[in-house]
């Protein structure tokens, strides 16, 4: 079994910074793509951000400029900075992995809350 286990996330204000982390634990040859979702509410899950095992990233529009992911392939880990933060960025951030085990399998983590409020 693999876990994704993110942190980092919390109440900012407006225009503040904040760095989510996500770290891949159990059992595993590898890992392929590593990505950030998130889900405000009433509103569908959406890609935030996406890195690959030699560390190609894709970007939502939404926060391209303002975010940036990357990886360290030596402790399973991506994280996820994120500056200049605005209301419409309030959303659980969800941790997802490609995880090749017997077959390549995908997992999520639990979700971290990110709140931006004055």
């Known amino acids: 079994q693999v876990r994704l286990v993110e942190s980092g996330g919390g109440l900012v204000q407006p225009g503040g910074s904040l760095r989510l982390s996500c770290a891949a634990a159990g059992s595993f040859f590898s890992i392929n793509t590593m990505a950030w979702y998130r889900q405000a509410p009433g509103k569908p899950r959406e890609l935030v951000a996406d890195i690959s095992s030699i560390h190609n990233t894709n970007y939502a529009a939404s926060v391209k400029g303002r975010c940036t992911i990357s990886r360290d392939n030596g402790k399973n880990t991506i994280y996820l900075q994120i500056d200049n933060l605005k209301s419409e960025d309030t959303a659980v951030y969800y941790c997802?992995?490609?995880?090749?085990?017997?077959?390549?399998?995908?997992?999520w983590g639990n979700g971290t809350l990110v709140t931006v409020s004055s």
């Open positions: 997802h992995a490609e995880v090749w085990r017997s077959t390549l399998e995908t997992y």
